[in-house]
């Protein structure tokens, strides 16, 4: 399982440094966001409270378009169907598809987190650079394992460029709220109480304990239901 996950990664990201998806069409595409986001919110001590929200309601955007164009891909060209019927295991299709997505999502979330420094006037404290990282670790993995058993699940529907966001949003909404709110405690604001409220470190923990979960749930769900999924496509 693990070897086949190794290969589909690798064949993955092949892909996309070839085509340079993120770099050409998502980088500029959530940037935008966050560009647009500033000028409408116009005030820094706005822009500084609400950065931790829109840098991941970004991140969830960029991860529908990735999604998309991964899919995309595959059902063009057979690929899934070559794979199923080749009896590669499905468990190590998840998991691999789930990693290199995941690692697309890193190099996005590293950018977009220089960027809501930039434009929003944002600082992480020193305390929360561990729970800044932790955070994004846990929350990319419970975006990656969601984004690619749902984009499976979407990939042989007609509508799927309409039906993956129905499917895709409600579900990642925990992860949404989840990592805001661990970010919140690392930038030190909160909602529309700002720095001043004395938001602590600590205060984001176990928002990020239930990241962990979620990760580890829809990583379970993926391995024993891509195959079936695979099946339905």
Known sequence: MWRTARLVAAKDLGIEWRSRQVTNQVLPFAGLTLVLFAFALDRDEITARVAPGLFWLATTFSLIVLVQRTFAVETADGALDTLRVAGVDPAGIYLGKALALAAQLVVLEALLLVGVIVFYASHIRPAGIVLVIVTAFLA??????????????????????????????????????????????????????????????????????????????????????????????
């Open 140 to 233: 990319t993995s419970g975006l990656a394992f969601v984004g690619t058993l749902y984009g499976g699940l979407a990939a042989g529907a007609k509508g799927r460029e309409t039906l993956l966001p129905l499917l895709l949003l409600p579900v990642v909404a925990p992860v949404l709220i989840g990592a805001t709110r661990a970010f919140e405690a690392a930038f030190g604001t909160r909602g529309g109480e700002g720095i001043r409220a004395g938001v602590e470190i600590s205060d984001g923990w176990p928002w990020v304990g239930m990241l962990a979960i979620f990760a580890a749930v829809f990583g379970a769900a993926g391995v024993l239901a891509f195959g079936p999924l695979l099946e339905e496509a």
